[in-house]
């Protein structure tokens, strides 16, 4: 008898048949003598349809009065989903976050957890029901009702698993695992058996929408087992494990990409001490993350450009407050391009294996794709270039690395 946390997402709790579907897996799983929790999304659409209402009132809602609106999202699913349990004959009982302590900040619409009550949902496993969670939602220390962000039900699930010492935590979604790359710009893409946990967090902060990122945080700093699967047909999904030696054939794992990027530089910096900090640190001021970065060594007369990434969302207030600073530092000229994509490639395997960088870059100039940026870690290489080339730079290196292949062995 294992304890195992399933989280059901959007998608999977879409319509009243979807949560009937969603009973009867978790009854099978409980009739296998397994102690299950489920954690679910809002039905699909639903976050968004709240936000919208919201919008209608107030451009910038008080956040204390969104969280309030968009936990009621998540509390239809769990009233219905216990429901569809019981008359399946299957007793359940739904829970909010607050109910079962999910103990919050008071960071409204980006609350982080801090600590959770497992005692309460024991108790109900011990008397043999199903216990469903709201995901997405917890409480701070005055009792308000906080939100985990967008897409933070995968976090509720992984952190109710750690506080109960669950044996699994199964995210069931729309897809049935973790892919090489999306199967919508390259068909060829193949369902990943395992990825390291390592692999699985350069993934999903390079754009990979699996996973939430602070659920795979979460997982690692907990130990959390994770695996990625299907509410909609069978299989094993995607396990995301601890050990290395299993992909140590692969090179190359997955390629992620992100069409979220816009990038910014400024041409004709003074080339002295100080300057990057006078550039960054408005921009930071301004909460404005700060991907990629490249500084030129500067030429004869002491001036060098300065480059860097933020998200296209960022890029109207980046490009007003570098207008600014450019005046301030004497700088030649602001130039900004939002029409750029970042394409990752993702693997432990790179450790061990030299020539990756230099491969990736061939492949890319065979198709004539002009790399803008480069940045590289332990265990990804990122490229920045033309929007225009997603589609055929995914591709091109998805073929490179042999991802379509036959898994190793
Ligand atoms: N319902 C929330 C959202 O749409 C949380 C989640 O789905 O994980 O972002
Ligand atoms: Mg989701």
């Known amino acids: 008898m294992a304890l195992i946390v399933q989280k059901y997402g959007g998608t999977s709790v879409g319509a009243v048949e979807r949560i009937q579907a969603v009973a009867e897996r978790v009854k099978r799983w409980r009739e296998q003598g397994h102690q299950i929790v489920v954690v679910v999304s809002a039905m699909s659409g639903e976050t968004d349809r709240l936000i919208g209402l919201a919008k209608q009132i107030q451009e910038r809602p008080e956040p204390r009065e969104l969280d309030v609106l968009m936990s009621t999202g998540e509390q239809v699913t769990i009233a219905l989903l216990s429901m569809a349990l019981a008359a399946k004959g299957c007793p359940a009982r739904s829970y909010t976050g607050a109910q079962v302590h999910i103990l919050t900040d008071s960071a409204h ?51 109710i698993a750690a506080a109960l010492k669950a044996d699994e935590c199964q995210i069931y979604t729309d897809v049935d695992g973790v892919y090489t790359t999306d199967p919508r710009v390259e068909p060829k893409a193949r369902k990943l058996s395992r990825i390291t946990f390592e692999e699985m967090l350069e993934m999903a902060s390079l754009g990979s929408k699996v996973l939430q990122i602070r659920s795979v945080e979460f997982a690692g700093k907990y130990k959390v ?56 640190g408005p921009i930071a001021d301004a909460n404005i993350e700060v991907d990629m970065i490249i500084q030129n060594i500067a030429a004869q007369e002491a001036l060098t450009d300065f480059t860097f990434t933020v998200h296209r969302n960022d890029y109207a207030r980046a490009l007003e407050i570098l207008q600014g600073i450019a005046q301030t530092l004497g700088a030649r000229q602001v130039l900004g391009d939002t029409q750029i994509v970042k394409v990752s490639l993702v693997g432990v395997g790179m450790r061990s294996h030299a020539g990756i960088a230099s491969q990736m870059f061939a492949s890319l100039a065979k198709e004539g794709i002009n790399i803008r940026m480069i940045s590289t870690s332990e265990i990804k290489i990122s490229v920045v270039i033309d929007e225009k080339y997603l589609e055929l730079g995914v591709r091109t290196l998805h073929e490179a690395f042999g991802l379509a292949g036959d898994p190793a062995p």
């Open 109 to 159: 619409n980006k609350a982080r957890i801090r600590d959770i009550d497992a005692a309460r949902v024991r108790a109900d496993l011990d008397a043999g029901r199903v216990v469903v969670v709201a995901g997405f939602q917890g409480v701070d220390e005055q009792g308000d009702i906080t939100t985990l962000g967008r897409g933070g039900s995968d976090t509720s699930a992984v952190a």
């Open 225 to 280: 087992p994770l695996r990625v699967l299907s509410s909609f047909g069978e299989g094993e999904g995607t396990l995301i494990t601890f050990e290395e030696e299993v992909v140590e054939d692969a090179k190359i794992s997955g390629i992620a990409f992100s069409r979220d990027e816009a990038k910014l530089t400024v041409l004709g910096v003074p080339d002295q001490p100080g300057v990057a900090y006078q550039i960054l």
